[in-house]
């Protein structure tokens, strides 16, 4: 009798472990995303960020966004304004860190779709070139120099740090590899500048160079599953 009840426990234990091996969740993979920002591009910026799956963290992952300017300034906050003034121009590189919390682990696609809350820091380095009015030296046809009154292209140096939060969504597209991120959220920035004429020239909205203070980062990120 008991030969046989050690018989029946074996045997029911011996099919409880597959269907437990059969129910466990397997450990996440990792992935690799490249996306771009393409709304940036109005202000001469690019923006590449690559996002990067945390092993054994299903939900959550760490994206890092390398920034470079180059080209003429743009002030998408100014209506006309890259017509009035075409003397400006801006050189700058910047990076964003954030670490993503997304509402669920990926289930069909190898990377995390749906909702996710995000946040982290965030650092930009601006070399703007911008005219002024005043007197320079200039040399006339006979070789002697003379004071011409006119604009004199002007440098200053803009740095910026701050943080932002952001919620969005993740949506794949066909065939899988591709989807969209749509983002809005809110931060903070803090600005120092070596002239204070960059107050008047580069904060007329929250999308210009010189801004500081609150701001509210939303826009929309291509990317590709490596």
Known sequence: MRITWWACAALLAGGALPAAAQQAPLPAARFLALKVV???VVLSGYWLEAEYGLPRHPQQSVALTAQLYHGPAGRPNVPGYAASDPGESVRGVGAELRHRLYLRAAERQAYPTGFYFSYGPTFQHFRMTYPTLGWREVKGPNGLEYLEYGRIPTRTTINRYGAAAT???QAPLP???VFLDLYAGVGWRQRHNQSDAVAAQFKSGTSNYGHR??????????????
């Open 213 to 226: 203070g609150f701001y509210f980062p939303a826009g929309v990120k291509i990317g590709v599953q490596l």
């Open 38 to 40: 393409p709304q940036h």
């Open 175 to 177: 065939p899988g590899r």
């Open 167 to 169: 919620v969005g969504y």
